[in-house]
Structure formats: C-alpha cells, structure tokens
C-alpha cells in the first residue's frame, strides 16, 4: 500500500485529529471547506477519498462525521491511539448513565497504545470511577479506567455493568448457579444480576491512573 502523503494531505489528516480530541467529532466537509480555504465540498471529499484509499483514514458510507483516523494515519502524524472518556462510572452505588455526558477524546500513553490487547481491539473507550467500592482491586475515587467492549466476560473481570439505576464498576462472579457483581470494599453488598435487567458495557483492562505510579 502506498504510504506517501503529501503536506496538503497530512494537513486534512490533522485537521481531523485536532476536531476529535477538541470537540469529539471529526470535522464535517463544511468546517475543511473553510479551514483549507477550498472552494467546494468536492475538492474537500477528493483529499477525503485521497487519503481513505492511502489508509490514513476509515469511513462509513452513508454516515455524516464518521471518519476515523487509522494506525497508519496516527503513525503518520506521530500520534498515539485516542480514546474516548464517556464519563463517570460509580464505585459504590449505581449511577446516571454515562452514556449521556458529553464526551471527549483523549491521546492513549506510547506504553499502552502498544499493548498487544489494545491494539487487536477495535473499541475502548475511558471512563473515571466515582467512590470506594473497589479500593480493595487498586480502583479509587477519580481514577480513569480503560475499558474494552466485548461480548464475552469470564469470573473474575472487572466490568462496567448497566441497569435502570446506571451504571457501575464491580467484580463479575459466577458461581454454580450464581451471578453477581462483586464490590472490592467489605462495607458494599453483592449486587445479583437478574436477567434482563443487568446488562455488561465492557470490561476494564487497565487502570490508566496508576501507570507509572
């Protein structure tokens, strides 16, 4: 695959960057028109498919803002992976849903970026903990979680749960015929998980505040 990009290109290509981490979108073909000082929405979309055939970056057909900058493309920029923080997860009781806070796009640490489990996943979003629920797991009030969505969750995951309460972060047991979410602080309650009503939003996979700590 061809990787050479040229000035005109690698500036469409940050320019995307800079709308997703300060705004948390990429930029519509309005907003490149006037930033490039092109004039008209094809010129914007031939450097759109320029760089999409190069690798740089990925689209959905079909979807506005829906362009995402590839490894190639972070590579090309010197960037490491973004991920977006959706919100506030609780460490005690559940609650209002994250999925509703405004969210935004942070820049993955080298270290963690290149971590084999991050990069063969696709989606992860942040997430920080509010309460004490976890202490006993390394997990405190205000740490930001990096949290990979899946389907499947094995005993033992730590795991962001919803129900009609919100949202939380506990322990995923499941023992003979019980399953529950588990604090990591003796002075919570197991929370037993009724199907239907308990639903998984992912799983942690590093406590992003306690790198280098």
């Known amino acids: 695959m061809k990787t050479n990009i040229t000035e005109k290109q690698k500036r469409v290509l940050t320019l995307i960057y800079e709308s997703i981490v300060s705004s948390g979108f990429p930029p519509t073909l309005a907003d490149l028109k006037e930033l490039l000082n092109l004039s008209s929405n094809q010129a914007v979309l ?18 506005a803002r829906s362009i995402r900058i590839s490894p190639l493309g972070l590579k090309i920029l010197n960037k490491q992976r973004l991920a977006p923080v959706v919100g506030i997860v609780a460490a005690g009781p559940c609650i209002e849903s994250f999925t509703e806070t405004n969210f935004k796009w942070v820049e993955l640490p080298a270290g963690i970026a290149e971590n084999e489990i991050i990069k063969k996943t696709e989606d992860v979003f942040i997430v920080q903990v509010r309460g004490d629920s976890m202490i006993n797991a390394g997990i405190d009030n205000s740490d930001m979680l990096l949290v990979k969505k899946t389907k499947e969750f094995k005993s033992g995951d730590i795991v962001v749960a919803r129900n009609n309460g919100g949202v939380t972060v506990k322990r995923f047991i499941a023992e003979g015929g019980k399953r529950y979410l588990k604090p990591e602080n003796p002075i919570y309650q197991n929370i037993p998980i009724i199907p239907g009503e308990v639903f998984f939003e992912g799983q942690v996979i590093i406590n992003l505040s306690k790198i280098n700590k």
Do not use: D, S
Request: net charge neutral.
């Open 46 to 63: 031939n450097y759109l498919v320029a760089l999409e055939k190069q690798g740089f970056i990925k689209r959905e057909e079909g979807q």
